[in-house]
């Protein structure tokens, strides 16, 4: 099973394996704040795709087809995300974003959840 949960909202026990997906660090979070198991930001969109989105909704449908594009040349890191749900049980995509049903998390969620 895979959720996503924002990065700024407290840990909790059934976060299982948290996985930072985000290719900057968060501002004014700190690691041990954050209880992260693992960083993968080679997975996140490059940086010309998350300029180009902007977090506007409107671009929502567009952003994820290009975010698709960019993560069939990443087979390797949807991978080891697919093998960490299979031994963990339960992973957590977590991310900075505000908007909590337009960001990268929840896009690739649904790339993993198709594998």
């Not at 693992?38 to 994820?64: C, G, M, S, Y």
Request: charged content about 40%; overall charge positive.
């Amino acid at each position: 099973m895979i959720k996503t949960k924002r990065i700024y909202d407290p840990p909790t026990s059934d976060d299982c394996y948290r996985v930072l997906i985000d290719r900057l660090w968060p501002r004014g979070m700190s690691k041990e704040k954050a209880k992260l198991d693992l960083w993968i930001k080679e997975i996140a969109p490059t940086d010309e795709l998350r300029t180009w989105f902007n977090h506007e909704p409107e671009k929502w449908v567009e952003f994820q087809k290009k975010y698709q594009k960019e993560l069939s040349a990443k087979a390797d890191f949807i991978d080891r995300l697919k093998q960490i749900e299979k031994e963990k049980g339960m992973i957590t995509l977590v991310y900075a974003a505000k908007d909590n049903e337009h960001n990268n998390a929840k896009a690739l969620k649904v790339v993993l959840d198709t594998k």
